[in-house]
């Protein structure tokens, strides 16, 4: 019974026991009266006992709570003291003299650095053998490729914020040349950051880089939309310039994204070569501007210029080479619209850049017994391409590449060099199925005529594979 039903009942008694008084002899009573006693002390010995039962029951609940919350703040504790000994930044304090004159601090590398790989191959199928750039000399990283099933360029990177100042990245490239695997060392570079102490927007890069010039070579080749470079970067740049140097970008505070830099370079790498002496031999500047066209759409433009005293550079497996001065100038455009305002879902862009190089120096192809020939001219390359994302996993693309060639000199008629009469040409199309952010396939044709009368059908299967940590790509 219930407390309450017990109240109860004893109210009833004490109500019949009143009446029993009033209404019998003294004697009846008192016996009636002991018996209601005894009914109400094993009345009230039930209530007790159950109050204590009760009672029990309430402490048991509460010290389960109290524990409870006694190891929900003991865990919260320790993560806090936890946080506190792996802080991003923590000073470390010493008696030693060189500690105490530094006031260094030391700054916390549990995810430092990030470790990235990307693994790339390809299956190609040529229906030339000979690929040749007429009129072009084109160094080795810019050639076709070889047939076949084939590993492709593959990356190791590692990068990570060195401390509040500086950035810091090494991408090391594995590729096959001449039927043996290399590793290449495409980046290795330190760029300031914010809290450098420099004026807002403006940053430094010193190493080795992929630099600003143009919109495709920023990128590493395994983020580019189609399998294989347009061929303006594979005759005027042997697919990137990476040249050992220092760079100077300033975001200029203006309503639209504005950018100038310049950069000035050893001169070692394509479009220069075997530079000498102790002074830059490339020099850099650029301007980009950008911005949004409402909610779905972006664009940006860029112009550039890259001069380098070309110490002697070798092209068409070593068989041509170039001595004298190069002057490449360039400018992109590329423009972004998203339907349905998310670009996950569907993206269109379309992307083009034009590149002029105006050299004067002279030419020597070994295959010709004739001499040394001057050359002052100058010759253009351009490429556009479209790419459209119509499910978050699909895109398709194409992109037409072209070269104009320049006025062959009479001392390499008949030589490489020589264009007869013919631009260098290619038409491309693309698919390509993207798993997630770490996994794309791409099926791709090509058909190039980069020789008069010489035309390629192409067909390349290419995957990519992202593993570890992985930089955003720029825009």
């Known amino acids: 019974m219930t407390p309450k039903t017990n109240l109860c009942i004893i109210f009833a008694m004490l109500i019949f026991l009143t009446q029993s008084l009033s209404g019998a002899d ?5 016996d009636v009266l002991h018996e209601e006693i005894r009914l109400l002390k094993k009345l009230v010995t039930e209530m007790k006992a159950e109050f204590n039962q009760t009672n029990a ?34 000073n470390v304090e010493s008696d030693s003299p060189r500690q ?3 006031n260094r601090k030391v700054y916390d590398n549990s995810f430092n650095p990030s470790i990235g790989v990307i693994l790339n191959g ?6 030339q053998k000979n690929a040749d ?8 990283e810019g050639e076709r490729g070889s047939e076949s099933l084939a590993v492709d360029e593959s990356e190791l990177n590692f990068s990570a914020n060195v401390d509040d100042k500086f950035y810091g990245s090494i991408t090391a490239a594995i590729v096959r040349e001449d039927g043996s695997d290399i590793v290449e060392l495409e980046e290795a570079y330190i760029q300031t950051l914010s809290e450098f102490g420099l004026p807002t927007g403006l940053s430094l890069k010193a190493g080795r880089a992929l630099w600003t010039l143009g919109y495709l070579n920023e990128h590493h080749a395994h983020a580019d939309d189609f399998a294989d470079r ?3 970067y594979r005759a005027f740049l042997n697919n990137s310039f990476n040249d050992d140097g220092v760079e100077a970008s300033y975001v200029l505070p203006t309503a639209v994204y504005s950018e100038i830099g310049a950069g000035m370079f050893k001169g070692d790498d394509f479009p220069g070569g075997n530079s000498t ?32 005293k070309v110490g002697e550079r070798f092209s068409n497996e070593e068989m041509v080479s170039f001595v004298g001065d190069s002057d490449l100038l360039a400018a992109d455009i590329r423009y972004t619209w998203a339907p349905t305002g998310n670009a996950r879902e569907q993206e269109l862009t379309i992307q083009g850049e034009f590149f002029q190089r105006d050299e004067d120096g002279t030419y020597e192809d070994r295959d010709l017994p004739s001499a040394i020939t001057s050359f002052d001219d100058d010759t ?24 104009n060639s320049a006025e062959t000199p009479v001392g390499l008629v008949g030589s490489s060099l020589d264009a007869r009469g013919h631009n260098p040409e290619s038409y491309s199309i693309m698919a390509d199925w993207t798993n997630s952010e770490f996994s794309r396939l791409r099926l791709q044709y090509n058909h190039e005529e980069l020789a008069n009368g010489r035309e390629d059908d192409q067909l390349i299967v290419q995957y990519i594979i992202s593993l570890g940590a992985h930089a955003a790509h720029k825009y």
């Open 122 to 127: 390809r299956f190609s199928d040529f229906s």
């Open 277 to 308: 002496g102790s002074s830059p031999q490339s020099y850099s500047t650029f301007v980009r501007v950008g911005g949004d066209i409402g909610d779905n759409q972006s664009w940006r433009v860029g112009g550039y210029f890259l001069g380098t």
């Open 133 to 140: 750039f007429g009129g072009f000399g084109v160094g080795e």
């Open 26 to 30: 003294l004697s009846e009573s008192t």
């Open 230 to 232: 347009p061929l303006v």
């Open 100 to 102: 105490l004159l530094s």
């Open 57 to 90: 029951s309430f402490r048991k609940e509460i010290e389960i709570i109290r524990d409870s919350h006694k190891n929900l703040i003991t865990d919260l504790n320790n993560k806090i003291s936890k946080l506190e000994q792996t802080g991003i930044e923590r």
């Open 380 to 403: 253009e390359g351009w490429y556009i391409q479209s790419v459209y994302k119509f499910h978050p996993r699909w895109r398709i693309g194409v992109r037409y590449s072209e070269l």
